[in-house]
Nanobody, 115 residues
Framework: QVQLVESGGGLVQPGGSLRLSCAAS????????MGWYRQAPGKQRELVAA???????NYADSVKGRFTISRDNAKNTVSLQMNSLKPEDTAVYSC?????????WGEGTLVTVSS
């Protein structure tokens, strides 16, 4: 059974930092592309950052220079370091594992950026 479990969300002030983690089980982790998506209230889900099995990364324009995605294949984890957070970063952040036609999702973790 595939499981993706996110952690690290919470309330942070504008300009602050958070680190999200996603622990995967039940998948051959190293072959999957991993991604972080977010969905703000009333908005569609959007890709925030992704990392391929080979370690190549891409980011949404809105987070470039502020967020960093990384993976640890030995620990089956993918992380998202978020710096210089803005109120518009407030959303539920979800972890995704993708390999060809297979897509798996975590339940998400809430990030709230507010003073």
């Amino acid at each position: 059974q595939v499981q993706l479990v996110e952690s690290g969300g919470g309330l942070v002030q504008p300009g602050g930092s958070l680190r999200l983690s996603c622990a995967a089980s039940g998948v051959f982790f190293s072959i999957y592309a991993m991604g972080w998506y977010r969905q703000a209230p009333g908005k569609q889900r959007e890709l925030v950052a992704a990392i391929t099995s080979g370690g190549s990364t891409n980011y949404a324009d809105s987070v470039k220079g502020r967020f960093t995605i990384s993976r640890d294949n030995a620990k089956n984890t993918v992380s998202l370091q978020m710096n210089s957070l803005k109120p518009e970063d407030t959303a539920v952040y979800s972890c995704n594992a993708h390999w060809f036609a297979r897509d798996y999702w975590g339940e998400g973790t809430l990030v709230t950026v507010s003073s």
